[in-house]
């Protein structure tokens, strides 16, 4: 493992998932500087954090900077940037960064791709026909029946994928994709699939083309509502470890799943590197996949990230230089993160409400997503707006201290679930 005590690392991004990696890499001795771009009102706090107004589409800005800087380590955090080609970017201009090329990012940029990719190397996943013609994806949904599901081929922020309990809701689901542009371009081709039944769960592995370490799994909420109903948002609280996620699932899961995609990709000539997120479906002692995604879970690294005893920035170096026996430490117990989004949510939402308490708030760490500073004081920017994360000896108790800590944040325009890790308490 590199041991430079003076890396200067970018992350790129400005979620919770961006705030908990910059956070992790502030704590590590290796990192003598950590900048965030465009980062948030959390990342601007922090002492150990740089905010830098970059924009990640332009990666020409991006490169300067880094050369500026002598950035040596960037980490890309979102999907979108990844899929758009920012690693290839940077990789060609001499930066080292962590996150699959474009090619390698189809994976979760493109579902067809994924499930086409599962077809041909047996992964196994749920049944499914892939429609750039509405009528054809109808028909297919009328000799298959309700419920099963529809999903925007492209990138659509965790939105795209309809649970249609009916035939009618899928048909629905098929015109707002594909006719009425509901998820923009993303939903010019679709996926049509089996409804699995089951438990779901996030499982995370670090990829170096052929070298595949497992990390740890999660279990995230996607409903915006309690007992998990409602629409899909990009998930509304998460804990880690998961029960479902039993050893033997995560052997059969790595044996099953993640290893092929590594070969897979590998013999589809875009060789995989970075951390790929399984979201798994478990029943009856075996794990199917549902989709992979191209980076860490969010809120899922929230929930890791204080889980995490080993050096974030020695462990994503080795993995990047291959390093097949990487031991990673993690405190055994569980942690739990309370997504609080504004009002509205996955829908329109108001946003600059000032948000207070957060200086009171104690027993937990609270990561920043949608929130900016203005005039001194934290506002709100985007849908979810901070994840408040809490460890315990239990869920139950990780859970009670992360609800205590959102008890102490004053934001008139949120909200949050109140029955985060239900599966794991009840």
Not at 266 to 272: A, H, L
Not at 343 to 360: F, Q, R, T
Request: net charge negative; hydrophobic share 40%.
């Amino acid at each position: 493992m590199s041991s430079s005590s003076d890396a200067s690392v970018l992350v790129i991004g400005s979620g919770g998932r961006e705030h908990a990696l910059a956070w992790k890499f502030g704590a590590s001795p290796s990192c003598s500087q950590v900048y965030v771009a465009p980062g948030n009102a959390g990342t601007a706090q922090e002492p150990q954090l740089t905010n830098v107004a970059l924009d990640p589409s332009d990666h020409k800005k991006v490169i300067d900077f880094c050369k500026e800087k002598q950035v040596s380590f960037v980490v890309v955090g979102p999907e979108q940037p990844l899929v758009d080609g920012l690693v290839d970017s940077l990789t060609s201009a001499g930066v080292t960064a962590f996150g699959p090329t474009a090619n390698a990012a189809q994976l979760e940029g493109s579902k067809a791709f994924m499930k086409n990719l599962c077809k041909k190397y047996n992964i196994p996943t749920a049944e499914y026909n892939v429609f750039d013609s509405p009528e054809e994806a109808k028909a297919y949904i009328r000799a298959h029946g309700a419920p099963i599901v529809v999903k925007t081929s492209g990138l659509a922020a965790g939105k795209g994928v309809i649970v249609a309990m009916t035939n009618e809701e899928a048909f629905k689901a098929v015109d707002d994709m594909m006719i009425h542009s509901t998820f923009g371009s993303a939903g010019t081709k679709v996926v049509v699939e089996e409804f699995l039944t089951g438990e779901e769960a996030s499982f995370f592995a670090l990829i170096d083309g052929a070298t595949c370490i497992p990390l740890v799994g999660a279990q995230d909420h996607k409903a915006v509502g309690e007992g998990d109903t409602g629409p899909n948002t990009g998930g509304m609280g998460s804990y880690s470890p998961a029960p479902v996620l039993t050893q033997d699932i995560i052997d059969q899961a790595m044996k099953d799943i993640i290893v092929p995609t590594a070969e897979g990709m590998i013999s589809e000539g875009c060789p995989f590197r970075g951390v790929l997120f399984a979201g798994l479906m478990i029943k009856d002692g075996k794990a199917k996949l549902l989709e992979h995604n191209v980076r860490f879970g969010d809120p899922e690294c929230q929930s890791l990230m204080v889980r995490m005893k080993s050096d974030l920035f020695e462990t994503l170096d080795a993995a990047l230089k291959g390093v097949s026996d990487i031991d990673l430490e993690w405190d055994p117990n569980p942690s739990l993160t309370v997504v609080i989004a504004a009002k509205g949510y996955p829908g329109s939402y108001a946003k600059g409400s000032v948000i207070e308490g957060l200086d009171a708030v104690t027993g937990a760490k609270v990561f920043h997503a949608g929130t900016a500073l203005k005039d001194g004081k934290v506002v709100s920017t985007g849908g979810r707006v901070l994840g408040v994360t809490a460890t315990g000896s239990t869920v139950a108790e990780a859970q009670h201290k992360a609800y205590a800590a959102v008890d102490q944040i004053h934001y008139e325009d949120g909200f949050c679930r109140r029955d985060i890790g239900w599966r794991a308490v009840s």
